[in-house]
C-alpha cells in the first residue's frame, strides 16, 4: 500500500457539503477495489445488511451515502461477488445512492410492503444461487453483530431452504470496517495533527492558568474548542493531573492518577490529556503529556523526560511486533516479554480506529487485562488498518521522592507491508506550560 501524502492546503474539516463528496467517492472506490477482495478472503458469495430506522447495523452507516443520516423505514443491501465484482442492490422503500434499485412496494399490488420487500431478497438469492449468505452476527465483535434478533427471524423465514446458507459474516464486516482506502489514512494523519494543535492550545498559559484552571475546565475547554472547529469529539475528553506526593492509585495493575479532578492544577503537575476528534466519518485517538514549569525553571525534570522515553521505548517495542498476519495476542505477548526483557514495567492496550474510535479488528490487550483478549485479539493483523497505538509506562521519578508516574501514550499508526508508519507528530517531548 502506498501512504499518501496529506495535502498541507486543506483544512480539517472541510465544510459539509465537501465532505459529502469526498465520502460518497471512497465508498465507490471502498466499493470497487477493496471489497472484492474481502468477500473472497471471506468466502462471502452474498452479503445481506439490514437494518431499520434508528437501530441500524452498524456496519450499515458505512455503506449509505453521505446525505443519509440513518436507514430510512427496513433498508436491505444486498452485496452480490460475482466474476464482475460486486453487484451492490437496495431492497429499500426509497433509493440508495450507488446501489441498484431491486424493489418498489408498488410491485405486489395489494400485498403489505413488507411481504413484498421481503419476496424481492428471497428472489434475489435464488438468482444468484450463493453457497454462503454473510449475514452481520457475531460473538466477539459488537459492530460485526448488527442484524437485529427479529431481522434475523424475518430473513429466515423470507429465505426458507436458502437459509441453512445463513452464516457469520464476522470476518467480512471487520475487513470491511478495519481496511483504509490511501485517500482515508492521508486524512487520519491530517486528524492526528488537528488533535495535536487543540492540545498544543488548551496546554498554553492563554487557557492553562496555573492556581485557577482545573482539570475539568480544561477537558471542557478542548470539548468546546473541537466542537467550534468543527471536528466533534466522539467522547468527552479526559483530563488528568500527577504530583509529587500525591503517589497514584494502582487497579488491576495499572496505575491510575490520585489528584481529583476539581483541583486546581499548579505549577510542577504532569497534565495528561486524552482526545478524540471526528470528521469526513473517521475517527482519532490520542493522548499528549504536558509539565507546567515552576518559576526559574526552562525544562521538565529528568524524571520525567526519563518516563516520556521509556513510553516511547514501549512504543518501539510494540511497533516492532505489529507485523501482518500475527494475531493481536501474539503481537501483547511478545511486545511484553521484549519490555520485561528490559526492565521496563508497562501496560498494553492498542486497538483499531478509523470508522470507529474503538473499532472491529485486533485487539492488542486491554489495561486491565494483560493476558490477551480471547476473541477479538485472536484476530489476525492485516495492512491496511490504523491502530490507536495506546499504552503506559510507570517509571519511578527521583526528583518526586521516587514517587511513580504513569506516562500514557497514544498515537495514530497505519501497519502497511513495509512496516508501521506514524500519523501527526509523534510525542518525544513533553509539553512545556510556562506559569504566568
Known sequence: MTLVAPDPTRTVPLPLREQADVRDRWLTQRLLDLLPGLMDRAGIDLWLVVGREYNEDPVLATLLPATWLSARRRTILVLHRSDDGVTAAAVSRYPVGQFLPAWS?????????????????????EQAAPRRIGI???????LADGLSHTEHRLLAEALGPWADRLVSAEELAVGWLETRL???IAALDRLNHRAREVVEEAFSPAVLTAGACTATDLAWWIRQRLTDLGVEPWFHPVVDVQRAGVPPLRGQGALLPAVPYDVPVEPGDLVHCDVGLATLGLKSDNQRNGYVLRGGETEAPAGLRHALAVGNRLQDLTTAELVPGRTGNEVLAAARCAAAAEGIDGVIYSHPVGVHGHGAGPAIGRWDDQDGVPGAGDRVLHPGTVYALELCVHVPVPEWGDQPVRMALEEGVVLTDGGVTYLGDRQTELLLIPHA
Do not use: K, M, N
Open 182 to 184: 490511501p485517500e482515508e
Open 136 to 142: 452481520d452476527v457475531s460473538v466477539d465483535f459488537a
Open 105 to 125: 412496494p408498488e410491485d405486489g399490488g395489494r400485498l403489505p410492503a413488507e411481504d413484498t420487500q421481503w419476496a424481492e431478497v428471497r428472489r434475489i438469492v
